[in-house]
């Protein structure tokens, strides 16, 4: 199996920036998807970002388009998403997760336990 681990959540002010990072480990056959979810208070998990199995594909959501950028090194088994220009409404628990290259959250096979982001106004 595939456990994954995220790291790098914080408090920041607006307009101050985070960068998340999410560690893989476990037997891997192929390369595959990863992508970052994120799930606000009294709100349903939503995409924010996906990167292909070799990183040469990459979607984002509206809200994120040009503050956030996910990227990929697969020789560290590592999946980071830097957020710049953080918004109030950036606040929430955020999710790396493995398996598949989508919006779909119930494509990914692999979750990690989230890691905390609040922005501050």
């Known amino acids: 199996q595939v456990q994954l681990v995220e790291s790098g959540g914080g408090l920041v002010q607006a307009g101050g920036s985070l960068k998340l990072s999410c560690a893989k480990s476990g037997r891997i056959f192929i390369l595959h998807g990863m992508g970052w979810f994120r799930q606000g208070p009294g709100k349903e998990r939503e995409f924010v970002a996906a990167?292909?199995?070799?990183?040469?594909?990459?979607d984002y959501t509206d809200a994120v388009k040009g503050r956030f950028t996910i990227s990929r090194d697969n020789a560290k088994n590592t999946l980071t998403l830097q957020m710049n220009s953080l918004q109030p409404e950036d606040t929430a628990m955020y999710y790396c997760?493995?398996?598949?290259?989508?919006?779909?959250?119930?494509?990914?096979?692999?979750w990690g336990q989230g890691t905390q982001v609040t922005v501050s106004s």
């Open positions: 997760a493995a398996g598949s290259f989508s919006r779909d959250s119930s494509m990914y096979k692999y």
């Open positions: 990167i292909s199995g070799i990183g040469s594909m990459t």
